[in-house]
């Protein structure tokens, strides 16, 4: 079956530092890729996607690679602010029939002034 | 001119109760969903309904029963509620395949 693994959190960091949040997956065929931000108290955004291999997305300065050789899609931004703090998830969606998202566990990151 | 509503943001009862939550979206999308996030914030897809027709089933106990009585609404009633049923649901429509977009989600909280 389908499934996403990502790293632990919290992530802390100070503001201004560099951010890497690490995703690995496993699936069927060739799914679609998402992160999805969780700010607290409201629902999912969509961040960014990817549909194909090597394929960047990229949003808000936060940036993600399609890589298939390595079955991962890690979250990077170059200088986290204190906006950034939230949950981040990530997600696949396989391309065929009707396709739902599966998550990962979700990363909460913490950025403080 | 929310894209994806859930009505109530907060719903409290005691065990054994019966409750519903709404959604709706107005984006003309023509598939919803129905997700679970736990209380360690872990998602998973309860049910999809494409075109008023449930299409996903994520073996969910049949006390909780989903109705589509148009493409723009896909209600949640849930039965004899349990206390594991404490948890944010959350809606979502598509369009089949695209990406998803979310309701603010329903914190149930069963006493």
């Known amino acids: 079956g389908n499934s996403v693994t990502q790293m632990e959190g919290p992530v802390t960091l100070s503001e201004e530092a560099f951010l890497t949040i690490n995703c690995t997956y496993t699936a069927t065929g060739y799914p679609s890729l998402f992160w999805y931000v969780q700010y607290p108290g409201e629902g999912l955004q969509l961040l960014l996607k990817?549909?194909?291999?090597?394929d960047k997305g990229s949003n808000k300065g936060f940036e993600a690679t399609y890589r298939k050789e390595t079955t991962s899609f890690h979250l990077e931004k170059g200088s986290v602010q204190v906006s950034d703090s939230a949950v981040y998830f990530c997600?696949?969606?396989?391309?065929?029939?009707?396709?739902?998202?599966?998550f990962g566990k979700g990363t909460m990151l913490l950025v403080s002034p | 001119d929310t894209a994806v509503s859930q009505t109530p943001k907060y719903l409290v009862t005691q065990m054994g109760n019966d409750k519903s939550i709404k959604c709706e979206q107005n984006l003309g999308h023509d598939t919803m969903y129905w997700y679970k996030q736990d209380s360690k914030k872990f998602l998973k897809i309860m049910f999809s309904y494409n075109n008023k027709e449930l299409i996903i089933n994520e073996t969910v106990p049949n006390r909780f029963s989903p109705k589509s009585p148009d493409k723009a609404h896909l209600n949640l009633h849930i039965n004899s509620l349990e206390l594991g049923d404490s948890a944010v649901y959350f809606c979502?429509?598509?369009?089949?395949?695209?990406?998803?977009?979310f309701g603010p989600g329903t914190r149930l909280t069963v006493l």
């Open positions: 979502a429509s598509s369009q089949v395949k695209n990406e998803q977009f």
């Open positions: 997600a696949l969606s396989t391309n065929s029939g009707y396709s739902t998202l599966t």
């Open positions: 990817a549909t194909k291999a090597d």
